[in-house]
């Protein structure tokens, strides 16, 4: 493929990358994980060509040394945008994984507030719960990718 083909085409995966990712992150802000699963394959092929097509560039200079300069500069112009659509998602991300972290943890603190502490086994053989109720470790497992 000739140098000013293979910039175009970087050009163009970058922008529906670009796209794809900008409305996964909309997605995320509107808590609705579940649709994104309706993305993933078109993202893993935009995916799998963006870095196979950065890779040859990378391993071969002269082929963006022997592209037009207009075709260069849109491409970095791109790849700006590119960028803060990825900082943009990266942060919506954090803040949907920071979100569900605190809801496992208030769930399990409620679980184990609502429980009480078997010490053990009476003389009766039953279970013997102290007074004082203390809060005990509980594990919980949330089976929902974000």
């Known amino acids: 493929m000739s140098s000013p083909n293979r910039i175009a085409l970087l050009v163009d995966v970058t922008r529906k990358l670009g796209t794809l990712i900008a409305n996964e992150t909309e997605l995320l802000r509107r808590r609705r994980p579940r649709e994104l699963a309706v993305l993933q394959p078109e993202k893993e092929r935009l995916t799998k060509i963006y870095d196979n097509e950065m890779r040859v560039l990378r391993e071969n200079p002269g082929l963006a040394a022997a592209s037009p300069p207009k075709e260069l500069d849109i ?11 990825l900082e943009d998602h990266h942060r919506a991300l954090m803040v949907a994984k920071t979100v569900t972290e605190r809801l496992v943890k ?7 507030a609502r429980s009480g502490v078997v010490t053990g086994y009476s003389k009766y053989a039953t279970t013997a719960h102290p007074t004082v109720r203390k809060a005990r470790p509980v594990s919980l497992a949330v089976n929902q990718v974000v």
């Open 106 to 112: 208030a769930v399990s603190e409620e679980v184990s």
């Open 75 to 85: 491409l970095r112009s791109v790849i700006n945008w590119f960028a803060k659509v």
